[in-house]
């Protein structure tokens, strides 16, 4: 009854089909929030003690949806930076919070399954920008996430992360491992708030594996980037053997839900691959590094952003969004 409850208070829109898409609220979007308060309800399933004493690497999978249209949300559970150890068939939490909301509303109870995986259903949603956390009541553990309920043509930029927005594609590990926080490449920080200073929507689309999606928000948040959408690969297969597959799939997704990704940024050949087979146009799909242009992407020199954030992002004109 209480996810029926708000659905109630969300639901119902009636769109202006002349209307410009809504911009993002940045201010939401940065905004720290603490978790919510669960009761601790024991464990469902009792071997589950076991392994919630090593770190936890939940996440939850943000997503991007139509106005109008139901869609799922999932969260991933498990424990452990080395065995990284799924936590199975245990009751977790889901909760959602608007920009319209003061506080958490509890959504429903779910079990994991034996992926460490929850699903939660929910119908259409007006239009806006919305946090979702899923927690482990049992030992108080959490991750948020978001999702964005789009209008047509919303305006967006896309972005690739390691050695496009880090320094290399290497500096994953040592992030990771705690060893040495990733640099960002000269310029990258401006070169994101410059189109965010525009209205654009953010899509962070990485190959890195779901269980860093985690250290990667760290790493946003100490850019002082804010979230938005951030999408991980499902498996590492699909990071290492079908990169340019999997980012085809992803950005088609986005634009079929109303996204206008009008530039997109990444260093890879495997990103250039996914950016002009995706329909992105090369004129739009710019790339950096050693195979900065290949696939017909634009070439941005120097290994930096600032000359390109000079001639190319100053004096792009502001997003189609009120």
Known sequence: MKLLGYMMLVTGFSSNVNALPACP?????????????????????????????????????????????????????????????????????????????????????????????????????????????????????????????????????????????????????????????????????????????LGYQPVYLTARVYWYAKGTRDWLNWMGLPQGFLRTSLSNETSLFRTAEYKISEINYLKSQGLNIVRAYGNAKTDAEAFIRAGLGAQNSFTIGSDAGHYGTTAIDNNHYYQHIQTQVDTFPAAACE
Request: charged letters at 25%; glycine letters at 8%.
């Open 25 to 197: 609220d940045l201010a939401w979007l940065e905004a720290k929030m603490s978790a919510p308060a669960m009761p601790d309800t024991g464990y469902r399933n009792r071997f589950n003690k076991l392994i919630t004493w090593l770190p936890e690497f939940h996440m939850v999978h943000d997503q991007i949806v139509a106005e109008g249209a139901s869609f799922q949300v999932t969260a991933k559970f498990d424990y452990g930076a080395v065995a990284h150890k799924d936590l199975e068939h245990e009751t977790v939490r889901f909760y959602i919070r608007g920009q319209q909301d003061g506080d958490w509303r509890f959504l429903t109870n779910a079990v994991t399954n034996s992926d460490g995986k929850a699903t939660l259903s929910l119908p259409s949603l007006s239009a806006g920008q919305y946090r979702i956390y899923a927690g482990v009541p049992a030992d108080g553990t959490g991750a948020e996430g978001f999702v964005t309920v789009v209008q047509p043509n919303t305006p967006a930029v896309l972005f690739d992360i390691d050695g496009t927005l880090t320094e290399s594609d290497a500096e994953q590990i040592g992030d990771y491992t705690g060893i040495d926080r990733a640099d960002q490449k000269e310029g990258a920080y401006s070169l994101v708030r410059r189109y965010l200073d």
